[in-house]
């Protein structure tokens, strides 16, 4: 077991095995209170139980005696900024402890939305993002991926909001104010999740649904109409789909990522939901990660490849299996593409960058790679085994270490003893070496082969030399459009923008991809017949992935950057606590 820099906890002391949570949610207050007991397991009966919290306030520590609780003595560490609290707990190895607790109205694990901030417009909304370190923010907790633990929970609040957590929430909308779920399967704190607000269901298939607001909730059924399938397909390559249930809920457009795979209950951007399925491959991402993440678990977050990197591995393989090659390998040449913007690395940059996968592949740099470093070397495995031996080998790792949390070097043993050693001479130990131990991508990885892009590319460079429009381009999928967007030089003259914008109306799209890409360009090139609508797209959509790039953009220049502080003081009180720091990070302090 890794020791986890990231969590006060002493897994090696104590674990909790199972939390029973009692919660009341106070919109007025933007709280949540209540209590959380540990059911604990003691490695040898200890005397004290260290939890993590950020901005909690502790009302009572209670422990379990054979006939009621006795209360126990407590100590609340002074914060530190990046890890909270560590909550002490003196304790004579109670098999029951039990924290009371309400969290602060600033949690950064929870969004509360007034009603204006929601599609219907009447009721509020509210939401948790636990990755990777605030399920501490609103769940006392040892916050360590390393520690597994099935939950139950007992929620009320106002009756007229639906409550759903990542557990076994059902399909039926039924407000009653009073909700109690169960998650039998050991999960690690950051997949503790919950929302609420007005919900309503509508299936996609059998085991499959989609949860959202009454406007929303049909599109968003229609737009994720093939997520069954995408089940199936996975199970037939990776086996069975372990957590009954898989259900979408599409958040408010603050939710400050693409998606979460809070397990049996995906959260995700409502972009995604633009009517032609283009952007589905998050929701591919976030069900492969039943497989990838949320049953074999990365136990630190330095080891978040395990995570990420076979989860991009798996989506893709997903994309191919529903939408076809084609489409699979314009995603894959698109990640690919990503690491060109950033070369010339130096040396330095590559170790902090894109470090060996045995090194810790995120939480050094700032470009996060690291997920795209792993999935291309499970590529390249998969394309030097060939799929008859690469596929059951990754059915084999999900079966050996299901519902457990591990690391690199578990990872490294298995592929020896599973696929190095019996298939010998397949690839040397230095290439291999070269994945684990060395930075940078190696200079043998493959590179994904796109007969569009290349004519995309083409096309590009005769509009950029000779102004002629691409003829095709009114037809091009939203892949071919990233792509001549992606390797388009960032700043374009306004003449040049004007022409695109007025055959292919461009600004005001309605795709986040495309938008986040045009309107970046256009504030590097001092676009401004694109500001409006670059500042409505900004202000409506707190997707950090979206709306960064075009911050960063914009704060190049003095006169940009005051334009992006005008911007981002109208649109903060509707983003998210963790996109307003990132935003307050590139436009700096003050704002
Ligand atoms: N688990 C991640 C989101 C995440 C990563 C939250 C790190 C907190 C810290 C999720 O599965 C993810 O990667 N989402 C992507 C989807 C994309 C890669 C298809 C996103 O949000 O854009
Ligand atoms: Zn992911």
Known sequence: MTHDRH?????????????????????????????????LAWTSPGERLVLDTRDITVTAVDGATSDGWEPLEFSLALPDEELGSALT???????????????????TGLQWLEPSMTAG???????????????????PVQDTPSVRFSYAAHVTAPPELMVLMSADNGTESRRTGSYDVVMPEPIPSYLLAIAAGDLVFEPTGERSGVWAEPEMAKRAAAEFSDTEEMMRVTEALFGPYRWGRYDLLVLPPSFPYGGMENPRMTFATPTVVIGDKSLVNVIAHELAHSWSGNLVTQDSWDDIWLNEGFTSYVENRIVEAVYGTETAVMETAIKQHSTAKLEPFTPAQLVVELPGLNHGTEYHGTTGLGPLKGSWFLSWLEERFGRDVFDPFLQGYFDRFAFRSINSTDFVQHLHEHLLTPHPDVVTAAEVAAWLDEPGIPAFAQRAESARFTAVDEARDTWLRTGELPSGGKSWTTQEWLRFLDAAPDQLSVIQLQQLDREFTLTGTANGEIARRWYSIAATSEYIAAYDELAGFLTRVGRMKLVLPVYKALSATDEGRAFAAEVFAAAKPGYHPITTAAVQKILGSGT
């Open 7 to 39: 969590s006060y906890a002493e897994p090696a002391l104590v674990r909790t095995t199972h939390l029973a949570l009692e919660l009341e949610l106070d919109f007025d207050a933007k709280v949540v209170a209540g209590s959380a007991t540990h059911t």
């Open 89 to 107: 707990i003196r304790t004579a190895g109670h098999e029951q402890v039990r924290v009371s607790y309400r969290t602060a109205p600033t949690a």
């Open 121 to 139: 417009g009447l009721l509020p909304f509210m939401f948790s993002q636990s990755q990777a370190i605030h399920a501490r923010s609103w769940v």
